[in-house]
């Protein structure tokens, strides 16, 4: 009954969902593109044996790079058909992973959506990366005995909340799970008070640590350091997926580092939404900053105090070329973005309090004096001061950093021995 009253609803949304989506894309104009997808409506699969590779957007896509080159290994005669919600996402998948996989949006949680995708599509499995949760869309996979497996899983105590108040929708979503690799054993106690069988339960660790750095982006990176370090060998200052009301923060900041620092860093800015390049260069601006940008290369970078990366995909690429990394996310409620990502280079890491998207990640980090925390414009420079001050510290940090990301890896093998139990099933 609760999901007969929540399709109804889903159904009765439509049209305002339709109308957020024109109104995302005056800013970002993927948007008003490819909606018969998000209805269902994709091009008929002719291969057989297909996996479902659900993932939300940009974070979840980066993060299953290693599950899918594992799997396209290890099942040569299996298709993959990844699917997303976003713009950004879409841009990844097909950045990323080209031709060799099958590409759309994944379809709205409406029974005739959901249908029309899978008498599509046909796939044999369906892998969710993290925590995207559709109740029609599981049970349609349930009545067609196709198999479904939450990856990766993460469930904060914020989150596990708001699922109590629609218990009756959630208990019989979670039971229809086949299994559940959650990352942490909070996530999975979290899953199994919700209705998740204990048997459907796995603590994998997290994926996120099985991430490796080909000998082409250290190359790469190398390179792209010694461009922006210049004649002058200036360190880098690193801010990485900020939102709104971070950028202010690290300007201000940035002031505070730039009158105490004997060497002028570089700051390197990197905002997480695209629709947001334009509006934090002219942020920058309006603050006195000569500002550079990464698609125009054939500007003196030297000259810049901000260099402004406007472009999207290039992020591990950064973190390998800077000196200090700010993670952002973390200095608003969003619940922060990935650290293990500079800390597999090398890097220290600093952040700000805002972590529950990371909290285990976030925890290793900070008790292995890989990363420092800060609230604030004062207690940011303070932190980077220090680090730029003392090469030792930044040294034993970024090695801390290091090996806290290689001890950790293994999430990706046990996540593969369960896939493999289900399509033997």
Not at 90 to 112: K, L, M
Not at 171 to 185: E, G, Y
Not at 206 to 231: H, M, P, T, V
Request: proline share 5%.
């Amino acid at each position: 009954m609760a999901r007969i009253l929540y399709a109804l609803i889903i159904f009765l949304l439509i049209p305002a969902i339709m109308a957020r989506l024109v109104f995302r894309a005056l800013k970002q104009p993927g948007y008003a593109k490819r909606w018969h997808e998000r209805l269902g409506f994709v091009t008929p699969c002719v291969k057989k044996n297909v996996i479902w590779l659900h993932t939300v957007s940009v974070g979840e896509t980066l993060a299953a790079v290693p599950l899918v080159k594992a799997l396209q290994k290890q099942y040569p005669n299996f298709h993959l058909n990844i699917t997303c919600m976003t713009p950004t996402g879409s841009e990844r998948i097909q950045a990323v992973f080209g031709n060799s996989v099958e590409h759309s949006y994944a379809p709205y949680d409406t029974p005739d959506a959901v249908a029309r995708f899978l008498n599509s599509v046909k796939p044999v499995m369906l892998i969710i990366m993290e925590t995207e949760l559709w109740p029609n869309t599981i049970a349609a996979c349930q009545k067609r005995k196709i198999p479904v497996i939450l990856a990766n899983a993460r469930l904060s105590e914020k989150s596990a909340r708001g699922y109590k108040r629609i218990l009756p929708l959630v208990r019989p979503m979670l039971r229809s799970i086949n299994s559940v690799i959650a990352q942490h054993k909070d996530d999975g106690a979290r899953f199994v008070e919700l209705g998740l069988p204990k048997a459907a339960l796995t603590i994998g660790g997290n994926i996120k640590f099985d991430l490796s750095l080909n000998s082409d982006l250290q190359l790469q990176a190398i390179s792209l350091k010694e461009s922006w370090r210049g004649n002058s060998n200036r360190p880098i200052l690193l801010a990485a997926s900020t939102h709104d009301g971070e950028d202010e923060i690290i300007l201000n900041g940035f002031k505070k580092i730039i009158a105490s620092s004997e060497v002028m860093p570089l700051l390197v800015l990197v905002p997480r939404h695209p629709e947001r390049f334009s509006r934090v260069e002219e942020l920058c601006k309006s603050e006195g900053y000569v500002v550079a940008k990464r698609t125009q290369c054939e500007q003196d970078i030297s000259k810049a105090d901000i260099l402004l990366c406007d472009t999207m995909g290039e992020l591990m690429l950064f973190y390998g070329a800077c000196d200090i990394a700010f993670v952002g996310g973390s200095m608003v409620p969003t619940g922060g973005h990935n650290m293990i990502e500079p800390a597999t280079w090398g890097v220290p890491v600093i952040s700000g309090p805002h972590l529950f998207n990371f909290s285990e990640a976030s925890q290793l980090l900070l008790e292995g004096n890989a990363m420092v925390l800060c609230q604030d414009a004062d207690s940011l420079a303070k932190q980077v001061l220090k680090l730029l001050q003392d090469d030792k510290l930044r040294n034993t940090m970024g090695e801390s950093g290091r090996r806290i990301a290689q001890q950790n890896r293994g999430a990706l093998d046990i996540l593969l021995t369960q896939i493999k139990k289900q399509l033997a099933q």
